[in-house]
Each structure stands twice: as C-alpha cells, then as structure tokens.
C-alpha cells in the first residue's frame, strides 16, 4: 500500500505562482512513477504531469513551459506551477503508478484545491 498526502493548493491570482507537494508513504520505491492530474468542474480527470525512474518528464501541452514536475529521494513529488491562468483552476491529485510482482498498481491522493482568480 502506498499513502499519498498533497498540500500547498490555494487561491493566487492570475500570473501568480503555487506549489504543490506530495508525500509519498508505504510501500513505494524510487522505481515507481509519480505524477500529478487534475479535475475541473464538469470535466474529466486529465494529467498535468508525471516524473518517471531516472528523471524522465512528462507534460500536458496546455502546462508546458508554465509547470515543472520533480520529486527528491524521499518519494516527495513537486509541482510548481508558475503563470497561473483562470482555466488552471481545479483539484489537483498526487498518482503514484507502481509495478509489484507483475501487476500495476495506482495509488491517489486526496486531491488539493487550485482556484486561479482575481
């Protein structure tokens, strides 16, 4: 089992910058993937960014150039967002993606609330 607790959502206004923070707990290795997704009201979950074993990054088009994913050697993720726009707004989720004895396993967090406004 892997537990998974974010912090550092807020409001900010547009322009303005956050970041979040996940700290991973249990059963997690520095192998597995971890990454942030989001959900805006009305719409469907969809990734934001992943950081893979070795440092391998991925990210939505609509955050390239804006956000950067990273994460230390104790299994905590980062997200610092930076030119925060209105269409930012959402709740953010920790994901931890890991593979044990064959199978894959997906792990979430609580979710931390953005809300981009002025």
């Known amino acids: 089992q892997v537990q998974l607790v974010e912090s550092g959502g807020g409001l900010v206004q547009p322009g303005g910058s956050l970041r979040l923070s996940c700290v991973a707990s249990?059963?997690?290795?520095?192998?597995?993937?971890m990454g942030w997704y989001r959900q805006a009201p009305g719409k469907q979950r969809e990734l934001v960014a992943t950081?893979?074993?070795?440092?391998?990054t991925t990210y939505a088009d609509s955050v390239k150039g804006r956000f950067t994913v990273s994460r230390d050697i104790r299994n905590t993720v980062f997200l610092q967002m930076n030119s925060l726009k209105p269409d930012d707004t959402a709740v953010y989720y920790c994901?931890?993606?890991?593979?044990?004895?064959?199978?894959?396993?997906?792990?979430w967090g609580q979710g931390t609330q953005v809300t981009v406004s002025s």
């Open positions: 994901n931890v993606k890991a593979i044990r004895r064959g199978f894959q396993f997906e792990y």
């Open positions: 249990g059963s997690i290795f520095s192998s597995d993937d």
């Open positions: 950081i893979a074993f070795g440092g391998r």
